[in-house]
């Protein structure tokens, strides 16, 4: 079972003229076999059929355009050096 | 006269030779040394050295009482130049001399001068009075007479003035900046006392020298925080702050953070720069880590980022965000929307390369995944994909087959593809054939979706999931695998797709339907559970408990576990029956399980007849045993229905007993008592009645011709009989009469009328009457009351007249 909205390189979306448009295409291009081409053009075309092709069509999940991500904070300008070793110096108490 | 100065001469030689006994000359010294004329003692002592064991020990005595004097005046000179002389003394020892107890004088005298030596060396802090209890220590080291009890303390007190010593030059030292040299001090401190942790020199003098380490930029050693937790707060907080310092110089920034969020006072001015410092570095870190995953969203802008690249990004995702939003607390949301782009690279990237077993993986993965139609449609598909190559394996077919059935049985997995698709013509489709709901289960369905009756317009969404369970089985079967893995496989594949279909068929409400292995790997199990509970509670409906059972996985108060329970032991008790074992039977059936299974009708109610099947199949195989009697009785008695096992009993009791007796392998006493058991199970049984009859026969002829020693038990069973004949009996009965009257036929007229009148009978006409009024009243006739009786009774006649 090949899936025919490859065969026809058409999105899962594609309207009934899309799918015949892609069927000329497809016959022009000559990746798959006429008979191929033949059986998902009538497979998208029959709805029940196309309801089964549709569930061999893998589907993206909802997803946005990454972004690159921006950083807003900025480091404060304290150092170890600045820092006094004997704060808490114990040597004197 | 003469003899009395003989007498007195005698006594006094006697008196001049006891005073000059040894021991008469050592009392006198005792007593000379008790009134501290010690010199006189001394002197009397001098002369028996060689003579009494005890004159050098006391000899010594005498100088170690001098010196208590001279100690008693603070003169410490002079007391130990006696303490000395005691010591000296042991050159007196002579071969009589008793060792010992000069030891002890000479062990004490040595004590003493050692603490006078220890008691005058004049405390301060410096090198040459660490030099003074040294030589002391030396002193006592190297002595014979070193073995006082008090000797170890003195010397523990000498090492603890030497340590404090060292340890007030180690704190001059660190004070003046000699951190070298205060480190050696307090080394040198800590050496003399040897791991005491209640010692306070000892816990400071370690913890300085860790603090001097962290003076000088030197690794400390880890080991001895436990000693410095021990040490004053001052200590503590001085050696913690300046530790935070120098793990920070060395980068060690999540130590620093732990020892200042657990040992430092964190409301300080000066920590709560240590906490900037460490929050700089941690953003410092994040920074570098933005700009990694920056440089990966520029990748996929351009489509150059590998693979690799993607995965190990989107493995990580969730660890970083973790990890970064402590500092960036924002950061979690930009990260979140990143993963779904990032998978759904991958899973593409996956599907091109027909990788489609990563492709499962990376979705199954997916936090809840079986709440989005749209995943679970790409891993039904994925599992098709990937069952093409023939990739089924003992091991993954079950996750492969659960996923696909749960996918494939997903209603909203073809909504969701309805929505996406477009259709130019005016189709609609129907949910009243979909094999994912029995009920109208969908609170949203897209318009062009409805309950309505199938036609050429209005399409069978349901079909559609049919015809994809029917390409994977016929997947499954094109598989090229080992035999029994097929068969493995397959009857997995039935059992997950019987079981989703039957909490389907229960379930109103909308759930995730998923097959039980798909629900216990992804822990939705439950909430199947929990409806099925529901049903039953609300409408008695045990097949929810049946279709339960697949779903459990824990020992939950559940109906569901009570049901299983029962169902168990009715198998255990069926299995029992089966290999013919009834202590296993009796075992299986507590009381508890006795009430679980009376809990449940359909159980109750299909008891008898797989007892009656399992006994058909058990009493084929064993046509002739009587186990198997005891074994149909214990069923029986627990049987809720009985009537099909009670003929089932009766039946196989009497062919035991037809075939055992014609074969002479069973008594006809014996006989009787499994044909009358028989009889009471079915007492209108034909065969059973008509085969009693006939054994009541035989064992009453036994009796009248004395071959029975059992006529009172076989009397007993008779009367059991003669007051519960069932019509069946009375009705194959007639030979018992017929037995009766050929007996009276051949008996003389006389004795015959005696009998059927009972009088003038002797004991053995008495059992002749017996057995055959026995004859009589079980064959159904009512005339063998003696007629004679109530006369007898009335003229008094009551006893027997001879035959």
Redesign the interface.
């Known amino acids: 079972m090949k899936n025919p909205y490859v065969v026809l390189d058409v999105p899962q979306n594609a309207t009934k003229n899309e799918i015949i448009k892609g069927k000329m295409i497809a016959m022009k291009q000559r990746i798959h076999s006429l008979q191929d081409i033949q059986l998902a053009e009538k497979q998208l075309l029959n709805p029940s059929k196309r309801l089964i092709a549709d569930f061999m069509y893998p589907s993206k999940i909802k997803a946005r355009r990454p972004k690159l991500i921006k950083l807003n904070i900025t480091p404060s300008n304290i150092c170890i050096d600045d820092l006094n070793e004997d704060a808490f110096d114990s040597l004197n108490k | 006269m003469a003899a009395l100065i003989i007498i007195v001469v005698i006594g006094v030689i006697g008196i001049i030779i006891y005073l000059n006994q040894p021991n008469t000359k050592f009392n006198k010294a005792i007593n000379l040394i008790q009134q501290s004329r010690l010199n006189e003692a001394q002197e009397i002592l001098f002369k028996l050295f060689s003579k009494h064991p005890y004159a050098v020990t006391r000899y010594s005595e005498c100088f170690y009482l001098k010196a208590e004097e001279f100690k008693k005046q603070k003169k410490y000179n002079e007391a130990i130049n006696w303490y000395n002389k005691v010591i000296e003394t042991k050159k007196m020892i002579t071969h009589v001399s008793d060792k010992a107890s000069f030891n002890n004088v000479a062990q004490k005298a040595f004590y003493e001068i050692s603490q006078i030596q220890f008691d005058t060396i004049s405390f301060n802090i410096s090198t040459e009075i660490i030099k003074a209890y040294k030589k002391n220590l030396e002193f006592i080291k190297i002595s014979e007479f070193n073995n006082s009890q008090q000797i170890p303390e003195l010397i523990e007190k000498h090492k603890h003035k030497i340590a404090e010593i060292y340890f007030e030059i180690g704190?001059q030292e660190?004070?003046a900046g000699n951190f070298i040299t205060a480190k050696s001090s307090y080394t040198n401190a800590t050496s003399f006392l040897t791991n005491d942790l209640s010692n306070k020199i000892y816990i400071q003098s370690k913890a300085r020298n860790e603090?001097c380490k962290l003076?000088l930029n030197e690794i400390i050693d880890s080991s001895t925080i436990n000693i410095i937790e021990k040490s004053?707060n001052?200590?503590r907080?001085?050696?913690y702050?300046?530790y935070v310092?120098s793990l920070?110089?060395n980068e060690k920034f999540a130590d620093a953070e732990s020892i200042i969020e657990t040992k430092l006072d964190t409301k300080k001015s000066?920590i709560k720069?240590?906490i900037?410092?460490c929050?700089?570095e941690k953003?410092?870190l994040?920074?570098i880590e933005?700009e990694n995953?920056?440089k990966n969203?520029?990748d996929?802008?351009n489509n150059s980022s590998s693979l690799k690249n993607l995965v190990e990004l989107y493995d990580s995702i969730t660890e970083k965000s973790n990890n970064l939003s402590i500092?960036?607390p924002?950061?979690q949301n930009?990260?979140a929307?990143?993963k779904?782009?990032?998978?759904?690279r991958i899973?593409?990237t996956y599907?091109e390369r027909k990788e489609y077993g990563k492709?499962i993986s990376l979705i199954s993965n997916y936090q809840e995944f079986y709440k989005?139609p749209?995943?679970m449609?790409?891993v039904?598909?994925?599992c098709?994909?990937y069952l093409k190559d023939n990739n089924f394996t003992s091991k993954n077919y079950k996750i492969l087959i659960s996923l696909f059935i749960t996918s494939?049985y997903s209603d909203n997995?073809?909504l969701?593809?309805?929505e996406?698709?477009?259709?130019?013509?005016d189709?609609t489709?129907s949910l009243s054939e979909s094999i994912g709901s029995s009920y109208e289960i969908h609170s949203k369905i897209p318009e062009n979706v409805n309950y309505d009756e199938i036609s050429e317009k209005n399409?069978?969404?349901g079909?559609?999931q049919k015809?994809?369970l029917s390409?994977f089985e016929k997947l499954i079967n094109e598989q090229s695998i080992e035999h029994d893995l097929l068969s493995e496989i397959t009857e997995f594949y039935e059992s997950e797709k019987k079981a989703i279909e039957n909490i389907i068929s229960i379930i109103p409400n909308e759930i995730i339907f998923a097959t039980p292995y798909f629900a216990k790997k992804f822990k939705i199990a439950n909430s199947i559970l929990d409806e099925l509970e529901h049903d039953f509670t609300d409408y008695k409906n045990e097949e929810s408990l049946e279709a339960g059972i697949p779903y459990l996985n824990d020992n939950r108060d559940l109906w569901i576990n009570d049901y299983n329970e029962a169902k168990k032991t009715i198998e255990t008790l069926i299995e029992s029956i089966t290999h013919k074992n009834v202590l296993k039977f009796s075992e299986a059936l507590t009381d508890r399980r006795k009430k679980l299974i009376s809990q449940f009708d359909s159980l109750k109610e299909s008891i008898e007849i797989r007892l009656v099947d399992v006994f058909n199949s058990l009493t084929k195989r064993y046509s002739d045993d009587e186990s198997v009697l005891d074994l149909f009785k214990k069923a029986i008695d627990f049987s809720p229905t009985k009537e099909k096992l009670k003929y089932q009993y009766a039946g196989y009791a009497a062919n035991l007993c037809i075939s055992k007796i014609n074969a002479d392998k069973m008594k006809i006493y014996k006989g009787l008592q499994i044909m009358s058991n028989a009889y009471k199970m079915a007492p209108n049984d034909s065969r059973v009645c008509s085969n009693l009859i006939a054994l009541i026969r035989m064992n009453i002829l036994d009796i009248l011709n004395q071959r029975s020693s059992s006529a009172s038990n076989i009397y007993s069973i008779l009367d059991e009989i003669k007051s519960n004949r069932s019509n069946s009996f009375k009705n194959n009965a007639g030979e018992l009469i017929k037995t009766r009257n050929e007996i009276l036929n051949q008996l003389p007229s006389d004795a015959r009328i005696a009998i059927t009148s009972g009088i003038n009978l002797n004991s053995q006409g008495r059992e002749l009457k017996k057995g055959l009024d026995y004859l009589g009243v079980l064959g159904g006739s009512s005339t063998v009351k003696d007629p004679l009786a109530a006369l007898r009774e009335q003229l008094g006649l009551n006893f027997d007249l001879p035959f």
């Open positions: 704190l660190e004070k603090i003076k004053s001052d200590i907080f001085d050696f702050y300046r310092l920070l110089k000066e720069k240590l900037e410092i929050k700089n953003l410092k994040a920074t933005i995953i920056n969203i520029k996929i802008y500092i960036i924002d950061i930009d990260l929307e990143l779904p782009s990032l998978f759904n899973l593409e599907n492709a989005s749209i995943l449609k790409n039904g598909n994925s098709f994909n494939a997995v073809m969701y593809s309805l996406e698709t477009l259709w130019d013509d189709y489709f399409i069978s969404i079909e559609a015809y994809l390409q």
